[in-house]
């Protein structure tokens, strides 16, 4: 069988390395982590082979779309405390942070100048794949790229992803052979070949950002000009600090998974964890097995007897609870799905990519008169008439997340309320993107298509604005779900700022 890297590596210039170049480059892009990352793996193998040391390079563009304070601080968070880890380890980190849009242009290429090898990470979301296509074009280097995105490789098991049961099935036979490949679990220790030298000029040129600078008391995102001023929240960016959000997360929610998912609290903050590349989906993995006395190499001869007679069941592949396999079913279907149907489809995000029964149901039904209809700013601002959807705008806007089964209300409602369905998909994306911890997501992507019909199926009867698409309401969402500290503690936040 391939090395655990194998098959989640992609050569994008295939050039012999530079024998006489100083060191090896990894671009620390997506996966914003020093544990569990196959593409630092890959970078420490070339140190090896070829005896050269290490850069690790990580930098933050001020001009991405949705840029803001909120995404930038919990990037800003993560630089800080790989500056505090990398240190000790006598390797050079060079963490640079753009302060005016394209300041950073050429960094890249130019460390890249005295690179045997650059490798970078491999992600099939939000602005990555272009960024990789760019970087393919300027470098004149041997680049790799490297993707830690999911439990299976994207590369393993491919073929049409029309729902999560077809996922469910493939990664049911295909899974037990690589829960046992993870990435190293603390890649550094054994870093043995010292710290490389950058070139003066490069920096003079582009400073590298100091602890002080990433300082949360320092506020640097409020000081870069950024496309949108949205205020920061209290989560914090790091594998630390996401790390001890799963430890909460195992103790005091997984216990009541299926229940919480319909209570309006706080998410465990996993999703944004994931997104920001903080957490590896098999160190989620590993605690919650362990949380049912459980591990991967006790329960792996289990899974693969069954692989040849799975049957895309959500129950008792795992043989585990009812609360832990509902939550691996989303950990391990749902999430990759999302994130393996953007590699296969990169213009996913785009307004008639979905099937086209949802398309042409939704185009027979334009015509059809709104009962309530909103500009773009009454939705931004939570001025509805519906205070259910107020109060789950007002905790994306204010806080940067929203209970699970309220953000599948808030897509459908405002659909149903938008003037055509190509402006309910742009706002939904933007305000979802924008605002949420873990928005520019596959997963995200995932969400806000469902709303449209990707990976469901015809309701009928067919209805008027939204036809056959499945059908939400916010008086049933009241029936099922315990709102009233939700409404309470949002209505005030109305009635203050009113």
Not at 33 to 53: F, I, M, V, Y
Not at 101 to 112: F, N, T, V, Y
């Amino acid at each position: 069988m391939p090395a655990p890297c194998e098959l989640r590596r992609r050569v994008l210039c295939d050039l012999p390395p530079h024998p006489e170049s100083q060191y090896i480059l990894y671009w620390l892009t997506a996966t914003r982590r020093l544990e569990r990352n196959h593409a630092l793996d890959q970078a420490l193998d070339w140190c090896t082979k070829l005896n050269k040391p290490l850069v690790i390079l990580e930098s933050l563009r001020s001009d991405y779309r949705w840029s803001c304070p909120r995404h930038h601080r919990v990037l800003l968070d993560a630089m800080a405390e790989h500056i505090a880890a990398i240190d000790p380890c006598k390797i050079r980190y060079y963490p640079y942070v753009e302060h005016e849009a394209g300041a950073g242009k050429g960094l890249l290429a130019a460390m890249a100048q005295d690179a045997a090898v650059v490798v970078t990470d491999r992600h099939p979301g939000f602005h990555f794949p272009a960024m990789l296509e760019a970087a393919r074009k300027q470098l004149k280097v041997r680049f790799e790229v490297v993707e830690s995105v999911g439990l299976l490789p994207l590369d393993v098991a491919p073929g049409p992803l029309p729902s999560a049961y077809v996922l469910r099935r493939r990664m049911q036979k295909n899974l037990a052979n690589w829960l046992g490949r993870t990435a190293a679990d603390d890649p550094l220790t054994a870093y043995t070949w010292g710290r490389a030298k950058i070139r003066p000029q490069i920096e003079a040129r582009w400073p590298e950002a100091t602890t002080e600078e990433l300082a949360p008391a320092m506020r640097l995102e409020s000081k870069i000009p950024l496309a949108y001023e949205v205020p920061v929240t209290n989560w914090c960016g790091g594998t630390r600090p996401a790390r001890a959000l799963l430890d909460r997360f195992i103790e005091e929610q997984l216990p009541r998974y299926g229940e919480r998912r319909m209570e309006a609290t706080p998410t465990s903050g996993l999703s944004m964890a994931l997104h920001y590349g903080f957490l590896c989906p098999s160190t989620i993995l590993d605690a919650t097995l362990a949380s049912s006395d459980t591990s991967r190499a006790h329960i792996l001869p289990e899974l693969a007897k069954r692989a040849n007679l799975s049957r895309g069941s959500r129950a008792g592949w795992w043989g585990l609870s009812e609360q832990v396999e509902t939550f691996l079913d989303q950990l391990v279907t749902w999430r990759e799905l999302g994130h393996r149907f953007a590699d296969q489809n990169p213009d996913c995000e785009r307004y008639g990519s979905q099937p086209s029964w949802a398309v042409a149901t939704l185009d027979s039904h334009r015509a059809d008169a709104r009962e309530f209809a909103y500009t773009r700013e009454q939705f931004e601002q939570a001025r509805t008439h519906d205070p259910l959807w107020n109060a789950a705008q007002r905790c994306l806007v204010r806080e940067g997340w929203m209970p699970n089964y309220l953000r599948m209300l808030w897509g459908k409602n405002l659909l149903t309320w938008s003037q055509d369905p190509e402006e309910a998909w742009e706002l939904l994306f933007h305000l979802n993107n924008l605002y949420a911890l873990d928005g520019r997501d596959p997963n995200s992507m995932r969400g806000i298509t469902w709303v449209f019909g990707r990976f469901d199926r015809p309701f009928g009867p067919e209805r008027p604005v939204t036809g056959k698409l499945r059908p939400m309401s916010s008086v049933n969402t009241k029936r099922k779900m315990a709102l009233g500290e939700f409404l309470d503690r949002f209505n005030k936040v109305e009635r203050l700022f009113s």
